[in-house]
């Protein structure tokens, strides 16, 4: 199904909880739709549009609401619990005037493809009769986790030391997400956020997951069961996968500004398969002593090194250890991440397991080591080394929960030069070719994007 790039009478609004790694996913899963003949409208908060760094050219309108916080968002409410609050109440009223907008256009809203952070949302979409579809950015996996806690079919805390779910594999309490794992005596307003995803699921016209059906059989055969449900990713721009969206090469929306010379001239004079590249994303942050460790055992692989240090996490690294390393590493604040990891000179991928960063290593055949931080990664990093077969996990020691110089530097040369690095870097590849083959024509993700387009098409007439 391909009609004339988005000029059917369908018109979709796509809302992610505004941060960056929730915003890049669907902000892809909207130019696919587009490409399928779908009017496309991402929303967003007015406080994040103004730093936002939008492709002008891009095939996706971008529309605004408030969360009651216009000028600073969630610093400017000062806790999690009032801003969650505010953007439910004020995102409320303001996402129905946007819905209003549209009535008496050529293409009034048909549907409203909401965060699965969001379940409120669903409510707005069915005050307006419009179909309601929840997206989630994170695994299946990591899904039913909390699906199981919410459904109280897991107890809280855990009895033992190990958690089993149907269709997943036999988990240690350290391999759930980590607002599971401390029952959210850490971040309760992120426990009841994450848990509270599935309040009013079973309300949803649809639920969509951004993998792809091969990557997770088991536990995709299993949901589907629950829920209408599609898996339509990996959502990674397109000229990386399938290259049928034409001029697709980047996300489109940024929130930081990569510095892409520096990385891409510096990469281009290393030998193909010699750089490890490192990059904890946009919100993972390292204690000084786990970044200290990290610095050491970086400089003892004595391999290239391209590491992503934040403006924020600066103060962190060793006194003078840029200038030490300058032979050795080259340190950015934000890079063009797909270019990185596609280029051949990247040998591996040190990861916080954010799964974003996992679809696009796995899109692009890059083998990892796992340094999870919290959330989903610990989930995350299991799948990484013991069921896709594509990384190695640098754990920490039972103290301090810091990872030492010498696992960091050991887990490195491993994966750069060890044996099983070797049979790391064919998974990856296996997976980069299944990856591939879902989203391009006729593939799985693709067979559900189409089902779903011709729903909304059905349902815009």
């Known amino acids: 199904m391909d009609l004339s790039k988005g000029d059917s009478k369908a018109h979709v609004l796509i809302f992610p909880y505004p941060v960056q790694g929730h915003i890049n996913p669907m902000l892809q899963f909207a130019k696919r739709l587009f490409f399928k003949g779908v009017k496309s409208t991402l929303v967003t908060t007015i406080y994040l549009s103004k730093s936002m760094h939008a492709d002008p050219s891009s095939s996706v309108a971008i529309e605004t609401i408030s969360d009651g916080f216009d000028e600073g968002g969630s610093k400017q409410a000062g806790s999690t619990e009032v801003y969650l609050a505010s953007l439910q109440l004020t995102g409320s009223e303001t996402m129905a005037k946007l819905i209003g907008k549209f009535d008496g256009t050529d293409h ?37 986790i909390y699906y199981h806690v919410h459904r109280g079919l897991i107890k809280l805390p855990f009895s033992g030391t190990d958690v089993s779910v149907p269709e997943l594999p036999l988990l240690q309490v350290s391999e759930t997400p980590s607002f599971v794992s401390d029952m959210g005596s850490t971040y309760p307003a992120a426990y009841e956020l994450l848990v509270n995803q599935f309040s009013n699921i079973d309300n949803a016209d649809w639920v969509l997951f951004n993998t792809f059906y091969q990557l997770e059989e088991k536990v995709v055969e299993w949901m589907a069961k629950l829920w209408k449900m599609g898996t339509i990713g990996p ?13 697709d090469k980047e996300y489109g929306i940024s929130l930081f500004k990569p510095k892409t010379s520096a990385c891409m001239s510096w990469l281009n ?12 994303g946009s919100l993972a942050e390292l204690n000084q002593d786990q970044m200290g460790e990290l610095t050491w055992g970086l400089k003892g692989s004595n391999y290239n090194f391209l590491w992503v240090v934040r403006e924020s996490e600066e103060s962190k690294l060793p006194n003078k250890f840029v200038e030490e390393t300058s032979d050795q590493g080259l340190f950015v604040s934000w890079c063009p991440q797909l270019e990185v990891l596609a280029h051949e000179s990247i040998g591996c991928f040190v990861t916080h397991c954010g799964f974003n960063s996992v679809l696009e290593a796995l899109s692009l055949g890059v083998a990892m080591v796992a340094m999870p931080q919290w959330t989903d990664q610990p989930t995350n990093a299991k799948y990484v080394e013991d069921v896709w077969g594509i990384g190695i996990r640098a754990l920490p020691d039972e103290n301090g929960g810091v990872v030492g110089r010498q696992v960091v530097e050991k887990c490195i040369k491993e994966v750069m030069e060890g044996e099983k690095g070797k049979e790391m870097k064919k998974n990856a590849r296996k997976w980069k070719n299944l990856a591939r083959e879902a989203i391009d024509e006729g593939g799985s993700s693709d067979k559900d994007i189409d089902e779903f387009v011709a729903k909304l098409l059905c349902s815009s007439y």
């Open 108 to 144: 009034p809203v048909t549907a409203i493809v909401y965060d699965g952070f969001l379940p409120w949302v669903l409510d707005v979409a069915k005050k307006f009769q419009l179909l309601g579809v929840v997206f989630f950015t994170q695994t299946c996996a990591v899904s039913s």
């Open 269 to 280: 004079g290393k030998p193909s398969g010699s750089v490890v590249y490192v990059s904890f």
């Open 235 to 247: 959502t990674v721009p397109s000229m990386y996968l399938d290259r049928r969206l034409g001029d």
